[in-house]
């Protein structure tokens, strides 16, 4: 159940089971999104933006990796130091842009990471193992690898409209959605039909139990990852 | 067209669901400025009724509904809200499932009102906002968000403000709903996809 997602491209770097990635990502996720500037959270989060660095330079995205290291390292050293000192207004905008930045960037940095590294079927190979249903994991193994799609397809209706010079002033928002809404929907349609197609092809429909070729499972750096993700978790919540 | 629940709804489940998540997240980053936060139930369900009404055109049969918001809180849940957003996500699934099958999913008004119905699961992400979250909440918030907007926060979102954001979720989820109905007219019924 290739469904065009990137092969791995973990080779030899080092290359972690989608399990681990969960981990990863939800420990990234929950830190950066709640925690606190101060004390042993703002340590946690100073670690939590080392995490995508290292994903992407695995993945070999190294200017991406080097763009958010930067603008991470930037927005959390201004959380810890600068927004203490200000007050007021400043303060306010500060801790917006910041906020917009530190929350949101570090995870969504390792979902890219995630979609980019994982094939589908080792994803669903993996959920299988966790015991997830089937009525999950399909549709959220399509979510997958439609995001890079919708990227795309976003990427191209941009360009169309800035070629016949459509919605360069936002006059009316509604009209301005509606431009970039029902290019995406439709493209939207026709992805779904394709994908539908192709997975009875494949005999997904079949009811069969599903077999794989993919070689997963817990390696030593798994255990240890998730065994000190647990960990930041633990130490998170009790301070 | 298929008698079953199948392989293929599930794969319009996850389509819709990933086109769903990301319209939400954007108007989410919004909700930082904290105007547009207390906003959020109002805006989002506007934009988000566009894709819905033709996600819900799509659906003919019973629970595909509930999975998409069981991976949504689930998606919620990863990128760091708190739990009562599964209990909020899948009830509000669950009232649109019904709501969609007393008009067999064909009545277009019912997806209207649908689509007003499945927008009260963002209500699950303002919850911490209320009642008995809301001082250990907002304490936990002072730290991570300074005083100065924990302080703003709390002016906009004394508890009556739930109850107001029940109503703009469902008006905003009419408006949208109603904005849909309107696109897949114009673009989608002459196009002949739907």
Request: charged residues 15%; glycine residues 8%; hydrophobic residues 50%.
């Amino acid at each position: 159940m290739e469904m065009g997602l990137k092969p791995s491209t973990a080779k030899g770097v080092f290359r972690l089971d989608p399990r681990t990635k969960l981990a990863l990502l939800i420990t990234v996720g929950i830190i950066m999104m709640s925690g606190k500037y101060t004390g042993v959270e703002y340590t946690l989060r100073l670690i939590c933006i080392c995490v995508p660095f290292i994903l992407l330079l695995s993945v070999r995205l190294y200017k991406s990796a080097v763009i958010a290291a930067v603008l991470l390292l930037a927005t959390v050293l201004c959380e810890g130091f600068i927004i203490p000192k200000t007050s007021g207004l400043v303060n306010l905008l500060i801790m917006i842009v910041c906020g917009v930045i530190s929350r949101f960037g570090p995870g969504y940095l390792c979902g890219w990471y995630v979609v980019r590294s994982t094939s589908v079927s080792e994803f669903v190979t993996a959920m299988e193992r966790m015991h997830f249903p089937n009525v999950i994991t399909i549709p959220m193994s399509v979510m997958f690898r439609y995001f890079p799609t919708l990227k795309e397809e976003y990427a191209s209706i941009h360009d169309a409209m800035k070629m016949r010079e459509i919605g360069q002033s936002i006059k009316n928002p509604f009209t301005h959605v509606e431009y970039i809404l029902v290019p995406i929907m439709m493209s939207t349609v026709q992805i779904a039909n394709d994908l539908s197609a192709a997975s009875l092809t494949k005999g997904l429909g079949t009811g069969r139990k599903r077999t794989h070729i993919c070689n997963i499972g817990l390696t030593p750096v798994d255990v240890g990852l998730i065994v000190i993700m647990t960990g930041m978790l633990a130490l998170f919540f009790i301070f | 067209m298929e008698k079953k629940f199948g392989i293929r709804d599930l794969i319009t489940v996850g389509v819709f669901t990933a086109l769903y998540f990301v319209v939400t997240f954007v108007v989410a980053c919004l909700g930082f400025v904290p105007i547009f936060m207390v906003l959020m139930p109002l805006i989002g369900p506007i934009f988000n009724g566009i894709p819905l009404m033709l996600y819900f055109s799509k659906i003919k049969h019973f629970g595909m509904i509930t999975v998409t918001s069981i991976i949504i809180a689930i998606l919620m849940f990863i990128t760091g809200h708190p739990y009562p957003i599964f209990i909020f996500c899948i009830v509000a699934g669950l009232i649109t499932e019904f709501v969609l099958r007393a008009g067999k999913y064909e009545s277009i008004k019912l997806c209207v009102v649908g689509s007003a119905t499945f927008s009260l699961w963002l209500l699950g992400m303002v919850i911490a906002f209320f009642f008995s979250y809301r001082e250990s909440y907002f304490a936990s918030l002072v730290d991570g968000y300074g005083q100065e907007y924990v302080d703003t926060m709390m002016s906009y979102t004394p508890d009556w403000v739930f109850f107001t954001m029940i109503l703009m979720c469902l008006v905003g989820g009419l408006i949208g709903g109603l904005l849909g109905a309107k696109v897949l007219k114009k673009h989608f019924r002459k196009a002949g996809m739907i």
